[in-house]
């Protein structure tokens, strides 16, 4: 590891932990995305392009949308882009309140429904167990704070110990990349500590 991967992987620790210390995150249950349905975008003599996000990315979706709306009788051809959300559909002229009506169709019956994440049972009891060690770790934190009368927290007690540890690697050992690395880490952590 290079002397600034060192620096930048420790920056980024020592952020981590002072935010957990400091209960700055919190872990909050994903909100239900409203899709936008099937809107008409573009609309010439026998074609039309349509876009979608619930096709976005959804390869299933779209193919099943072209199996089945390519055997109707007025489309002519439809070509379905999973990775835009494209629908283009070519049908005869003649045929364009029928393709309005399955442009409806679809709207009312395929993607008029709001999608929420689904999120799995292990994934709530990850966002759980976080929340339970963020207040383990707050009280710990208070309860070092009221034992030294404000003097020290959990973030300044792992700092000193990165800085001693880090300057005894230096002077006894020679090691200066993970030495100096201790030492970012613990003035990451101290970053927002004050003394007054």
Known sequence: M???SGLMLGASLG?????IFSNKKTYEKPIAKTLEPL????KSSGRRRYYCDALINNTDLAALLEEKLNKLFFVVNIQVNPQTGSVLLFYKEEDSLRIDALAA???QRVFSKSVEPQVSVKNENDVQARQKMSETVSWMNQKVKEKTAGLFDLS?????LFI???IRKIILYGQTPSGPQMLWWAFSLLRG????
């Open 156 to 160: 300044s007690i792992a700092s000193f």
């Open 2 to 4: 290079s002397y600034m």
């Open 193 to 196: 500590w004050r003394l007054v």
């Open 164 to 166: 001693i540890r880090g």
């Open 105 to 107: 169709f679809l709207i």
């Open 15 to 19: 952020k981590q932990i002072h935010d």
């Open 39 to 42: 809107v008409l975008k573009h």
